[in-house]
């Protein structure tokens, strides 16, 4: 079940040399014994961050919509984190034993997930090293959350999260919960709640994946490397409106996302798609300006996401940030 297997048949599960949005599926496909490709992308150091690891074959794998994570099992190409943990969890009937059931089992998963992208928005954003952002965090969105699932597991009459074996839900819960749980403190917290506790220790205690849990998987980082607030990156002093497609109004920014950890790490970025002499200034302040200070500069426009060269709807700052 390593990357250097090479048997053509089996299961392919691409994604960045991280957990991240993979792991579910990797906990599920260890707890199944199921033998798979593990194919871990490896990402350059600062300042580049070089993806050409995973660029060299992003289009080559006959994907129809190319990203990580990615699935491949015979003739099927998948990519989206969820569908191919939902897959995956029907073709090993891992998604319940009923509609009720199968209900329960993604209403869970979409709830491990917010606190997860909770977490990872506070990580890779300009203050993920600040202890006080991150007591905040705990004392409010960890908190909150960990009430809620303790409330959830003392009802619970089962003993894992939907059923009496695990379903793909316990893989999901198992992993956000724990690593939401990362910063210094968080485990004092996680003491008070002890149906949670509970819970992620039976799942540590699971013979498939003890083993797995203990030795591999702490060996592969819980998240990619961190962009700083104040990195010079390339696309904002590049000009290329053909791949860079704006609203061809110079008072829009445009939003670029780096896929990193299955998780978009928002960079704003100024188009300048108009001839003006002041433009090489612009662009040198707009070089060595923080995130924070685009934002408090450009607070009030509008932006333009664009993903993967493809430019979506118009969205408001507080849209943006409140990720709706």
């Given amino acids: 079940m390593t990357q250097s297997t090479t048997d053509k048949d089996q ?19 260890h707890y199944t014994k ?32 190319p990203n990580l994570p990615y699935l491949i099992d015979g003739d099927l190409k998948l990519t989206q984190s969820t569908a191919i943990l939902y897959y995956l969890g029907r073709k090993y009937n891992l998604m319940g034993n009923n509609p009720k059931q ?10 491990a997930y917010d606190l997860r ?3 990872i ?9 600040s202890p006080n952002e ?6 409010t969105t960890l908190t909150e959350n960990l009430q809620q699932f303790d409330r959830y597991f003392s009802k619970n009459k089962n003993q894992f999260a939907v059923d009496d074996r695990p379903t793909v839900a316990d893989f999901q819960l198992f992993y956000c919960i724990d690593c939401s749980c990362s910063f210094n403190g968080s485990h004092v917290l996680l003491e008070k709640y002890i149906n949670v506790k509970a819970f992620l220790q039976r799942i540590r205690e ?27 990156l390339k696309e904002l002093i590049e000009e290329n409106l053909e791949e860079w497609p704006t609203t061809g109004n110079p008072f829009y920014l445009d939003m670029l996302y ?34 924070n200070d685009l934002f408090i500069a450009y607070g009030y426009q509008y932006t333009q996401p664009i993903i993967e060269n493809y430019p979506f709807p118009l969205y408001t700052r507080s849209t943006i940030q409140n990720d709706t």
């Fill in 11 to 29: 299961l392919v599960l691409g994604y960045w040399a991280a957990r991240g949005r993979a792991e579910s599926s990797r906990l599920l496909l």
């Fill in 258 to 291: 780096l896929h990193y950890d299955g998780y978009s790490q928002r960079i704003i970025v100024q188009r300048l798609n108009y001839i003006s002499d002041e433009k090489e200034k612009i662009l040198s302040c707009i070089r060595n300006a923080s995130i």
């Fill in 134 to 139: 991150q007591k905040n965090f705990i004392e």
């Fill in 117 to 119: 992208l909770k977490f």
């Fill in 206 to 232: 699971l013979p498939q994946l003890k083993d797995y849990i203990i030795q591999s998987q702490a060996q592969v980082p819980m998240l990619l490397k961190r962009i700083s607030e104040s990195m010079h």
């Fill in 34 to 65: 199921t033998p798979f490709i593990d194919k871990m992308y490896q990402m350059g150091d600062v300042p580049d961050y070089n993806r050409d690891d995973w660029l060299n074959e992003k289009y080559k794998l006959g994907l129809d919509f």
């Fill in 102 to 111: 199968e209900a329960l089992i993604i209403m869970l998963c979409e709830q």
């Fill in 121 to 129: 928005t506070l990580c890779y954003g300009p203050n993920g090293n």
